[in-house]
């Protein structure tokens, strides 16, 4: 009863997110693992204001900072930027912000499926000209499906991935479970043995926890490290933040 629970939540969630969008809300809920879906939003989005405005899932930067800002502290290279990844970015400014914040270098990647929100985010960096904390930290946008990251990632190669609503998003679609654990894996096979997959998620911990800790494992491979703490309360709403780290098991 807790998962449908927390399942229907999440569908109530994504509902008032698209509540101005009423010809898109049936297919995004449906079907929020297609790159055609994602496209007709960031469109429709777009065309309602006059200025562009970012789309944030959930909650935006400054309501995660904590969470954040304490895993760019330590670097294991000191020549060399922290990498982190926004998965599943959006038009969302988590990225972006990150990147003025971060005391130490980070080559932040903002990936995304829809190529709309890719050029949406490029364009507004660029007429907002953000300028980094560090001179040496990098800014990009790139157009990626999430299931091939290591099409675009060397393993081991990332410090930080956060992930704000994407592998809910592929979880509440029609035919996006087992994306969702693909993706899973292949964020946990990118990233450094010392680096964390951060997820915000609305999903309570007793559902979440065991998805996680379950999704993660490659038999004789792979496993996962999973915790989870309390982000809080936002619209009735609360929200939690799932730290997974990488436990590799045998090198392949």
Same mark, same amino acid.
């Given at each position: 009863?807790?998962?449908?629970?927390?399942?229907?939540?999440?569908?109530?969630?994504?509902?008032?997110?698209?509540?101005?969008?009423?010809?898109?809300?049936?297919?995004?809920?449906?079907?929020?693992?297609?790159?055609?879906?994602?496209?007709?939003?960031?469109?429709?989005?777009?065309?309602?204001?006059?200025?562009?405005?970012?789309?944030?899932?959930?909650?935006?930067? =400054?309501?995660?900072?904590?969470?954040?800002?304490?895993?760019?502290?330590?670097?294991?290279?000191?020549?060399?930027?922290?990498?982190?990844?926004?998965?599943?970015?959006?038009?969302?400014?988590?990225?972006?912000?990150?990147?003025?914040?971060?005391?130490?270098?980070?080559?932040?990647?903002?990936?995304?499926?829809?190529?709309?929100?890719?050029?949406?985010?490029?364009?507004?960096?660029?007429?907002?000209?953000?300028?980094?904390?560090?001179?040496?930290?990098?800014? =990009?946008?790139?157009?990626?499906?999430?299931?091939?990251?290591?099409?675009?990632?060397?393993?081991?190669?990332?410090?930080?991935?956060?992930?704000?609503?994407?592998?809910?998003?592929?979880?509440?679609?029609? =035919?996006?479970?087992?994306?969702?654990?693909?993706?899973?894996?292949?964020?946990?096979?990118?990233?450094?043995?010392?680096?964390?997959?951060?997820?915000?998620?609305?999903?309570?911990?007793?559902?979440?926890?065991?998805?996680?800790?379950?999704?993660?494992?490659?038999?004789?491979?792979?496993?996962?490290?999973?915790?989870?703490?309390?982000?809080?309360?936002?619209?009735?709403?609360?929200?939690?933040?799932?730290?997974?780290?990488?436990?590799?098991?045998?090198?392949?």
């Amino acid at each position: 009863m807790l998962k449908s629970l927390t399942l229907l939540s999440r569908g109530r969630a994504a509902a008032a997110c698209v509540r101005h969008h009423s010809s898109l809300t049936a297919e995004l809920m449906e079907n929020m693992d297609k790159k055609a879906t994602w496209d007709r939003f960031y469109t429709e989005n777009n065309s309602r204001t006059p200025t562009f405005k970012n789309f944030e899932w959930f909650f935006g930067f =400054e309501s995660v900072r904590d969470f954040i800002m304490p895993l760019l502290q330590h670097k294991c290279d000191p020549d060399a930027p922290l990498h982190v990844l926004d998965v599943g970015c959006g038009t969302s400014a988590l990225g972006p912000c990150i990147y003025r914040h971060s005391p130490v270098p980070v080559q932040v990647t903002c990936a995304d499926i829809s190529p709309v929100a890719v050029r949406l985010m490029k364009e507004h960096v660029q007429a907002k000209a953000f300028q980094p904390h560090s001179v040496s930290s990098q800014l =990009e946008f790139v157009e990626l499906d999430c299931t091939h990251l290591h099409k675009h990632f060397g393993s081991s190669s990332l410090d930080l991935i956060i992930d704000k609503g994407t592998i809910d998003a592929l979880l509440r679609s029609k =035919e996006g479970k087992g994306k969702a654990g693909l993706v899973l894996r292949q964020c946990l096979k990118v990233l450094r043995s010392s680096g964390s997959l951060l997820q915000f998620s609305d999903e309570d911990p007793d559902a979440r926890l065991l998805w996680l800790e379950t999704e993660a494992q490659e038999p004789g491979i792979m496993a996962a490290d999973v915790g989870v703490q309390e982000v809080g309360e936002l619209r009735g709403m609360y929200y939690f933040c799932y730290q997974v780290t990488p436990r590799c098991i045998k090198q392949q």
